[in-house]
Every structure is written in structure tokens, then in C-alpha cells.
């Protein structure tokens, strides 16, 4: 029985530092996610709840400690071989582009990945339909409602088909009504397996649906 199937972690997070200017920002950080596990992280403003998100997807090297996903340690992988090897990210940053219309945003994604023409239509095709998005598809993103840009942000995050996801401020910026959409939609992706690592300043919400959360 290998590691993986004994301790039942995707991402395992041991001993995470960080400084910037020589103030520690992130300090000995421990995490774990399973398959299918929504979990939270959460703390103030100034916390280190991004750099930790950056030092997992790839975009900061710690100083200190390990980052292993799917058995295989990552610590030192570029982002890129990251996002191959199945870490999804939603940054809390604007990331589509608004002159360009749903699809198109979706396309853009694929088109970064070495897939023949006819299974990135197909892909763009499947991931409409689950978003539930077909009916946006020729709509300019700058014409989207707040939901309505969070959905296609998700959808954008999921086109390389991840095994792992963080979100960093999902339900920032958005109504009420837009929220219950995001939950719903996180939901759904633990309901097909997905470990989920989120942050939001929005703590009930999040509390709402994770299934345990890190302070």
C-alpha cells in the first residue's frame, strides 16, 4: 500500500515560511486536503493567506518546508507543471478579459493547452454545459453580471481539468444571490472529487460549506 492510499491526502502542506523585508509573513504553515474535501483558511487582513495560496500554486518559493500533491513533491515545480500535474487556481484578481465574449475567454484557456482543435470545441462544449453557461456564450464578458463573471472565472479555472482547486476570494465583490451560486458550484466540484482549498473575508459564507477550515 503506497503513501497515497494510507494517509488519503492530495495536498499535504508541512512547515511553509515566508518573509518579506525580514518580517515573517507565513510561518511554519500545516495543511491537508483530501479528494473530494472542501477546506478553508482563514485569519485577518495581513495573515499570509495569499502568499500561502502563491507558494502552493507556484507563483512565491518558500523559504522553508514542503508542498507534496498527489504524492509528489512540488515545492520547487514552476507554476505551469503545477497547473499540468492538476492544481487549479481562481485568483482574487479580475482574470477574464472583458473585451472578448464567454467563450472566447474559455478558448483562450484551451488554446494554451496541446490538444487538436476538434477536442478544445469539445472541451469548451462540456464546460459550458456544466457551468451552466451555453445560454452566455456569445455575451462580451464586460456585459456580465457580478455571477455571471464569477461563474466564467470558475469555468476558466477548470478548463485544464484539475484534481485541486483554490479559490482566493470567491465570494468577494458579488450579491447575496451570487454567492449562493459560487456555493453551489463548490459544491458541486467536491460532489465530483475535487479537493478545495479556499480563502474569503466573507467567513460565514465560507463556513457555510467548507468542511473544515485552518485560523
Known amino acids: 500500500m503506497n503513501q497515497k492510499e494510507t494517509n488519503g491526502h492530495l495536498l499535504e502542506i508541512k512547515g511553509l515560511e515566508k518573509s518579506y523585508d525580514g518580517k515573517k509573513v507565513v510561518a511554519g504553515v500545516d495543511m491537508n486536503i483530501k479528494r473530494g474535501e472542501i477546506v478553508g483558511l482563514l485569519g485577518p487582513n495581513g495573515a499570509g493567506k495569499t502568499t500561502t495560496f ?15 500533491f498527489d504524492n509528489k513533491d512540488i515545492t520547487r515545480l514552476p507554476m505551469y507543471k503545477r497547473s499540468r500535474d492538476g492544481i487549479g487556481y481562481l485568483s482574487q484578481e479580475p482574470s477574464i478579459f472583458r473585451k472578448l465574449t464567454v467563450e472566447e475567454n474559455i478558448m483562450a484557456i484551451l488554446e494554451t493547452l496541446d490538444l487538436p482543435r476538434s477536442v478544445r470545441k469539445k472541451r469548451l462544449e462540456e464546460l ?18 457580478g455571477g455571471e463573471r464569477r461563474r466564467l472565472e470558475i469555468t476558466r479555472a ?52 467548507t468542511d473544515r477550515s485552518y485560523i
Open 128 to 145: 459550458l454545459r456544466e457551468l451552466n453557461i451555453v445560454r452566455l456564450a456569445k455575451k462580451k464578458a464586460y456585459m456580465l453580471s
Open 158 to 209: 477548470l478548463v485544464t481539468n484539475p484534481l485541486f482547486i483554490l479559490l482566493d476570494e470567491p465570494f468577494s465583490g458579488i450579491d447575496p444571490i451570487a454567492v449562493a451560486d459560487a456555493q453551489e458550484i463548490i459544491s458541486e466540484l467536491k460532489r465530483k472529487g475535487l479537493g478545495i482549498l479556499l480563502t474569503d473575508h466573507n467567513v460565514r459564507e465560507t463556513l457555510e460549506i
Open 54 to 68: 502563491y507558494m502552493v500554486v507556484g507563483m512565491l518559493r518558500p523559504e522553508r518546508g514542503s508542498i507534496i
